[in-house]
């Protein structure tokens, strides 16, 4: 039987990029989204893989942030972390710390129970939209199609913005968008 040639060549080569590449010496780069892991999950998808390449992505810049640590149980539990490193652009209304805080007592412990994932999934689709607009362009808009495939209410009071009846009081770019700091959290009709 003769040997394919090709595929010998193919071998080969293979075998010598592999060789280089184990023998590098650059140390690998960590980044803290690498830090988003559950034992009893086995994560894959964009958003757990080390980037200190880049502009942070929505996901790395609400990770960093300590007003949003709730925010960022929420999307671990709904299994939501690859959505939020996607290209985009996406915006993203991030309700504070204190606005989870200012729910009926037990709302979100009982959003993050794992029979709950589906409510708390559309929950948090309702708080992006694509885009990448600034507090001042969204001035322009009346309603804004969200994630979950329902519109909410854009309005304008005074120099402020409220989607959903949240306030916009902050804005931090991203470099997969923008995400918008809320005073609230803005829940669906269903």
Do not use: W
Request: with cysteine; charged share 20%; glycine share 6%.
């Amino acid at each position: 039987m003769k040997p394919n040639v090709n595929l010998l060549l193919f071998n080969i080569l293979l075998a010598v990029f592999f060789f280089n590449c184990k023998n590098n010496k650059e140390t690998p780069v960590e980044s803290s989204i690498t830090t988003i892991t559950n034992a009893t999950d086995e994560k894959q998808g964009q958003a757990f893989i080390a980037d200190d390449g880049s502009t942070p992505n929505v996901l790395q810049i609400a990770i960093g942030s300590k007003d949003h640590t709730t925010l960022v149980a929420a999307v671990r539990a709904a299994s939501l972390e690859n959505v939020l490193v996607n290209a985009g652009p996406l915006m993203v209304f991030a309700p504070t710390n204190e606005a989870f805080a200012a729910l009926p007592a037990g709302t979100v412990e009982n959003l993050l129970k794992p029979e709950n994932k589906e409510a708390l999934a559309n929950i948090l689709k309702y708080h992006v939209t694509p885009g990448n607009y600034s507090k001042d362009f969204l001035k322009k808009f009346k309603k804004l199609g969200q994630a979950n495939n329902q519109n909410v209410k854009v309005e304008v009071i005074g120099d402020d913005v409220f989607v959903g009846g949240a306030k916009i009081i902050a804005s931090v770019p991203a470099g997969n968008g923008i995400i918008h700091v809320i005073d609230k959290v803005i829940l669906p009709d269903n």
